[in-house]
């Protein structure tokens, strides 16, 4: 069930509660008709996102999904600040302020827990692993590393080294910095170019120099096994808290729409 | 303490619903004695107890699940068999559902899919050792304090060990946000039906019984109505009786609107 594609369920789901409030910005109520055509328009339009493509284009160095923050940290303040105001406050907005409150908590607690909690800790762990294999001699060390599937250099060759530029380039940056510092015990542990757009050129990097040589193992599948574990449950979980949120709150405001049309026929 | 933290806040759902299923109405104080008693069950051995019982091994802590939704079904049944919309009980459905969702995603995430693929990745992690010789073996492990134990002439890794990585990666993060999920769910129900309650105690929408109740909404409003035109109510069955009386008199030498007559107001 979790290879599904939850990684493209989740922010449409978050563009649809986008959506929605800023719909309830300019409209008091919201009945079930704008809340079925903005399904539609973002099922349709979603992957459209202008400010994801601006990302995409001219800072491709950040991670684009930094636009679904902008979007939260200009929508969340108006959305809130409406229930503070008497005129503007009905049930509708209410209910949407809590309802995209919930869904950045909801985010923002999965991302601390899971992306910057286990993901390095899974790191630590297989770097943990590469380093006591960098105990052994040279040929048992070669031998290991076959076994583990693993890349490994021990005589500070790292263009020989079978791997994509982009983390080869990261190991000699490591390289550049060990020399300039002139450590001579010096071991880092690192990962290279993690997010979650990414798919490739992914690696835990250990790179261990002491007086007797270089050694560096490139975790290169372990990286993406892991990185790949962790996204699937990081968007199989918001997706499934992300639809229930939107569900409830949907089903509230169209309760509280009915209950109001009722009073209002009642007392006219 | 996370995994109390969950039994307890199941309890509390639990309870909740077993009281609205009894006395049909909950008050502050008795809301404060079943927060009470579910952290005492919570707490206690009895929530292992029932996990015991119900024959449930996994590391998230749903030995009360099962107390839960016989008290959700409860709550619908309920729900189906009245006709007038009791809002303490769908307020308890809605958050229990979301619960229920929540907690049914972790325990799948984890036991699906985290956990197996860690246990996998965990496995594989230290096979190189096996193909040293037992000596070396021994002298990486005391190395590397690796914790290492031999078991019919193989070693292997300390199963201390392997468990506390899979702690902190996989259970812990999965446990917190189980504990929060819940922890959220219970005092949110508590919040909403404290502010419903305390909303609607002195609006004219609220009968004797403390219910929500849409028709005595439409009366006060038709009372308030007619008051203002100078009427005393004719609604209730005591109406006749109170025409002409001293509650009348009150109105004595006002002009009666001429579109209604008393005679002629229509009963509601």
Known sequence: MLEWAWDAVDPLLIKLAFAYSAYLLFKP???????????????????????????????????????????????????????????????????MA????????????????????????????????????????EPAFTQACATQNRVCSVNGDIQSMPLSDSI???????????????????????????????????????????????????????????????????????????????VLICGLMLLHGRLLNRRRLISS | MLESITNSGAAFLGLIAFWLLITNKLSGGSALVL??????????????????????????????????????????????????????????????SGWLIAHSAFWVAEVTWFEPRFLEAQDN??????????????????????????????ISIKPARLRAERQRIVNDPLLILSASATGCYALGVLLVLYGHRRKHKSSPAMNAKGKSDLHSAARAKIMQIQRSNGYHSFLSPKSTEAFGSEKSSAYAGKSLSPTCEPESTPRI
Request: glycine fraction near 6%.
């Open chain 2, 125 to 154: 992690g230290y096979q190189w050792l096996n193909e040293l010789p037992i000596k070396q073996q021994l002298t990486i492990c005391a190395n590397a304090s690796l914790g290492c134990q031999s078991v019919d002439g193989k």
């Open chain 2, 35 to 96: 927060l009470v008693l579910s952290a005492a069950i919570g707490f206690s051995p009895l929530a292992e107890a029932l996990q015991a019982l119900f024959g449930i091994t996994t590391s998230l802590s749903l030995g009360l699940l099962p107390c839960v939704l016989v008290a959700l079904l409860a709550l619908i049944l309920m729900q189906l068999r009245r006709r007038r919309i009791h809002v303490q009980g769908m307020m308890l459905v809605i958050a229990m």
């Open chain 1, 168 to 246: 080869r380039s990261g190991i000699e940056a490591i390289a550049k910095d060990t020399e300039e510092q002139s450590r001579s015990d010096f071991v880092v542990h690192s990962y290279v170019e993690i997010n979650d757009i990414q798919s490739s050129d992914l690696a835990f990097i250990t790179y261990y120099a002491d007086p007797n040589g270089l050694k560096v193992i490139a975790a290169v599948d372990q990286a993406e096994d892991a990185h790949r574990t962790i996204k699937q449950l990081f968007y199989f979980l918001a997706s499934t808290a992300h639809a229930t949120w939107l």
């Open chain 1, 29 to 95: 109520h919201m009945g079930i008709k704008p809340m079925i055509t903005l399904l539609v328009i973002i099922g349709l339009f979603g992957e459209l996102d202008p400010l994801y493509w601006l990302f995409m284009t001219y800072w491709p160095e950040q991670n684009p999904q930094i636009s679904t923050a902008i979007y939260a940290a200009v929508l969340l303040p108006l959305v809130v600040g409406q229930v503070f105001i008497a005129r503007r406050r009905t049930a509708d907005r209410v209910l």
């Open chain 1, 98 to 137: 809590l309802g995209l409150c919930a869904i950045t908590v909801t985010i923002m607690l999965f991302h601390v827990l899971l992306i910057t909690g286990s993901m390095p800790a899974w790191a630590d762990r297989i770097n943990y692993e590469n380093r006591v294999m960098m105990m052994l001699d």
